[in-house]
């Protein structure tokens, strides 16, 4: 049987040596990335399904009450995830949820940063947290597509004076309103990232804080003309 003949043949004959496979090198982190990336990815699409209503009722089983500001927020995000660039004024008194909204939106949308607005050094002061520093730990495409979140804004809005009688807080806030109306940042470098320049015309800015004065002078004012 010639077949069989040769099948012997092979099975006999010494096996020549062949060079070893070489092998695809497995990053562990590299593949923690790529999944990340797919859960954001179904995260996003998952958003994308839901309208402001659903949103607002997602909201609502985590916060009480606060029905317009859940509502403004729910309108905001769904906004955003279109592409639709929106800023928010939330005003209320401490303890009534205003920072909360947001941070039970993050579990919908994690490009959500929340910054603490009295940790931010102003021009002329010492400190390393300066306004640019609001991206730092986030890639190019999550700084460029981010919602950012001032907690206690009303502290970076008051007047900040040095013995000169010079306004420091004034400088801050005009840098703060080339952000608003869309810019280009220059970001220092961090750990994570190289220095670079952020685009933020399609980020959304939302401001949270008491604004007491404001709301007294508000309070005043309609007294004053009813």
Not at 22 to 50: C, F, G, Q, R, Y
Not at 157 to 186: A, M, R, W
């Amino acid at each position: 049987d010639v077949e069989a003949a040769v099948d012997a043949a092979d099975c006999s004959a010494p096996s020549k040596e062949t060079e070893p496979e070489e092998e695809i090198p497995w990053d562990p982190d590299e593949m923690i990335l790529e999944e990340e990336v797919d859960e954001e990815e179904a995260a996003l699409d998952a958003l994308m399904k839901m309208s402001p209503k659903e949103i607002a009722d997602y909201l609502s089983e985590h916060i009480y009450g606060q029905k317009d500001a859940i509502k403004a927020a729910s309108m905001l995000l769904y906004n955003h995830v279109r592409g639709r660039k929106r800023n928010v004024l939330f005003m209320g008194p401490t303890g009534c949820g205003k920072t909360e909204i947001w941070r039970t939106l993050g579990n919908l949308y994690a490009n959500i940063r929340i910054i603490d607005s009295t940790q931010i050094t102003k021009e002329g002061w010492s400190g390393s947290f300066k306004l640019a520093n609001i991206f730092d730990g986030l890639s190019q495409e999550n700084a460029e597509h981010a919602i950012i979140v001032f907690d206690e804004f009303d502290k970076f809005c008051e007047p900040l004076y040095n013995s000169h009688g010079n306004d420091y807080s004034l400088s801050s806030q005009n840098e703060l309103l080339k952000f608003i109306e869309g810019t280009e940042v220059d970001c220092p470098a961090t750990k994570e990232t190289a220095g670079r320049k952020v685009c933020t015309d399609q980020v959304s800015f939302v401001f949270c804080g008491s604004f007491e004065t404001l709301t007294e002078v508000k309070t005043d004012t309609t007294r004053a003309t009813s």
